[in-house]
């Protein structure tokens, strides 16, 4: 048991679309991630996924709107859900999700990460 300064974290992430595990609790995962651009449209089948926004600014659209989150706000996307996260500017990112959630759900891309690293 340890732990964990989210600043320290996010300063060893160097680059973007990637998340890494930072804590594990009750078969879910804390995830950090920074973003920028704009992300794959996707769902995710039986999972749902929080996106608390640590630093910056992050747009979650969804097909019938579009979430905008600063810092310290959170939204949670339901399952099944269509969605796609949209960083105009790099923003710093907590997830919070089951275990073995793919970052691009549904979809298959080159963004895609099956087995994330531990940081």
Do not use: C, S, Y
């Not at 630093?55 to 859900?81: S, T």
């Not at 907590?94 to 298959?108: K, S």
Request: aromatic share 6%.
């Amino acid at each position: 048991m340890e732990k964990v300064d989210l600043a320290e974290k996010l300063a060893r992430i160097p680059d973007h679309w990637n998340p890494r595990v930072v804590a594990e609790l009750n078969g879910q995962q804390v995830k950090l991630v920074k973003l920028l651009g704009p992300f794959t449209w996707h769902h995710h089948e039986a999972e749902d996924e929080l996106f608390l926004v640590v630093r910056g600014r992050l747009r979650l659209e969804l097909l019938d709107r579009a979430v905008e989150l600063d810092p310290g706000q959170l939204f949670v996307v339901p399952r099944g859900v269509e969605h796609r996260p949209v960083a105009d500017e790099e923003v710093h990112v907590l997830l919070f999700e089951p275990a073995g959630t793919v970052n691009t759900g549904n979809v298959r891309e080159a963004r895609t990460r099956d087995a994330l690293e531990r940081i």
